[in-house]
Nanobody, 123 residues
Framework: EVQLQASGGGLVQPGGSLRLSCAAS????????MSWFRQAPGKDLEWVSG???????AYVDSVKGRFTISRDNAKNTAYLQMSSLKPEDTAVYYC?????????????????WGKGTLVTVSS
């Protein structure tokens, strides 16, 4: 059974940093694209970033230059390093697995979701 466990959320001041982790089990991790989505209070789920099986990355415009997605296939873990955080980054962050080598950007194309981890950016 595929399981994704997201962690690393918390309360951080504007301008601060956090690193989210997504530990995967029950799959050959290196074969699949991984993505991060987020849902801010009162808003729809939003794709944030993705990394394919060849570690090619992509980002939504609002986080480019501030967030970095990566993966460690030996540890079956994907990461989202978030820097220069803003209050508008406050959201529950979800990691997601693609059924293919590419990272999905649309929620219907994801086949497994991790439980969310809350990131709160506030002074």
């Amino acid at each position: 059974e595929v399981q994704l466990q997201a962690s690393g959320g918390g309360l951080v001041q504007p301008g601060g940093s956090l690193r989210l982790s997504c530990a995967a089990s029950g799959l050959i991790f290196s074969n699949y694209g991984m993505s991060w989505f987020r849902q801010a209070p009162g808003k729809d789920l939003e794709w944030v970033s993705g990394i394919n099986s060849n570690s090619v990355t992509a980002y939504v415009d609002s986080v480019k230059g501030r967030f970095t997605i990566s993966r460690d296939n030996a540890k079956n873990t994907a990461y989202l390093q978030m820097s220069s955080l803003k209050p508008e980054d406050t959201a529950v962050y979800y990691c997601a697995k693609s059924p293919t080598q590419e990272a999905e950007t649309r929620t219907p194309d994801v086949d497994y979701w991790g439980k969310g981890t809350l990131v709160t950016v506030s002074s």
